[in-house]
């Protein structure tokens, strides 16, 4: 296999052009709970984003031989890369991300225990039981989770700020709702999405208001035009999104997970101007790379 083939076949299998809204997830929970621009932050990204690579790896060593008969194209069903070498990367990825975490973060450790038993409780169940997609969005609440409690540096406990709790809650819906919608990618005739399906999809219409209970310097006027510019640039997102999705499965997937960045810069604009802005850059980013590496 050619070096170039084999660098393009980990990010295929690592989903990287979704990476930047891992990056927005750690903003969000790290500056809404009181944290600066610091090295720390940088530690938490890279480990984040190891833990992150290593779920989306793993997740096609735990799914090649439903691959095989479904999805052919993916690369271990493909012939581009062995089994045996898919497990063996996305489990350095996973260990490294944990020892980034643990040793140079204050991540309370139970977080960062509870992320990776997560990602494979997910991995080894969802193609067997349902309800797993509420443990998927418990792995994208726990990245929010973990970055808050960085910097809040509880040795005992996990007191922190109740618009993140909110949030987070909010994603685990969010992130359900969107991998319900996924599991009818590879239907030749996928039936409309149900009724609770699509309201799952609309909460992120509300993430400007649990930002907007953050303490800030901002004057009043100011927290209102955010609120209204935040929940007007989300809906239309949504709106788009949802329409990609009735006309093409995995469209509106790659939409719905990229929206996820877009979502955060409305929550983290009431704490942070600078992390919103990056992290709009980073919903740009996502769309662009998704144009060269699948979303799914």
């Not at 891992?22 to 984003?49: C, D, K, P, R, Y």
């Not at 890369?81 to 040793?103: E, H, N, P, R």
């Not at 609440?141 to 618009?163: F, H, K, M, N, W």
Request: with cysteine; glycine share 10%.
């Amino acid at each position: 296999m050619k070096e170039s083939s084999l660098f393009r076949t980990l990010l295929i299998l690592g989903r990287i052009s979704n990476l930047p809204t891992i990056w927005t997830n750690v903003a969000v929970g790290w500056f809404i709970s009181g944290g600066g621009w610091s090295v720390e932050l940088l530690w938490i990204l890279a480990g984040m984003s190891l833990l992150y690579l290593a779920g989306m790896t793993l997740n096609d060593a735990f799914d090649a031989g439903w691959d095989r008969k479904n999805a052919p194209d993916r690369p271990i069903a493909a012939g581009h890369i062995s089994l045996k070498a898919v497990w063996a990367v996305g489990t350095l990825q996973m260990i490294g991300g944990a020892v980034l975490l643990a040793q140079f973060t204050n991540i309370h450790p139970a977080l960062i225990g509870g992320l990776i038993f997560a990602i494979l409780l997910y991995n080894w169940l969802h193609k067997h039981w349902a309800g797993s997609v509420i443990i998927m969005g418990i792995c994208r609440a726990l990245v929010y989770l973990g970055a808050g409690s960085a910097v809040i540096r509880q040795p005992t406990g996990l007191a922190l700020p109740e618009p993140l709790y909110i949030v987070a809650f909010g994603v685990i819906l969010y992130i359900a709702g969107l991998t319900l919608a996924a599991r009818s990618e590879h239907l030749k005739s996928p039936k409309g999405l149900p009724f609770g399906n699509r309201i799952m999809l609309m909460i992120p219409v509300l993430f400007p208001l649990f930002g907007s209970r953050l303490l800030s310097s901002y004057s009043n006027p100011v927290k209102i035009a955010l609120i209204v510019v935040g929940i007007f640039g989300v809906w239309s997102w949504l709106v788009i999104m949802l329409k990609a999705l009735r006309e093409k499965v995995p469209k509106g997937i790659a939409y719905a997970i990229a929206g996820i960045a877009f979502y955060d810069a409305g929550i983290i604009a009431f704490a942070d101007w600078r992390a919103a802005i990056a992290c709009l850059a980073c919903f740009g980013l996502t769309l662009i790379a998704q144009r060269y590496i699948p979303a799914t």
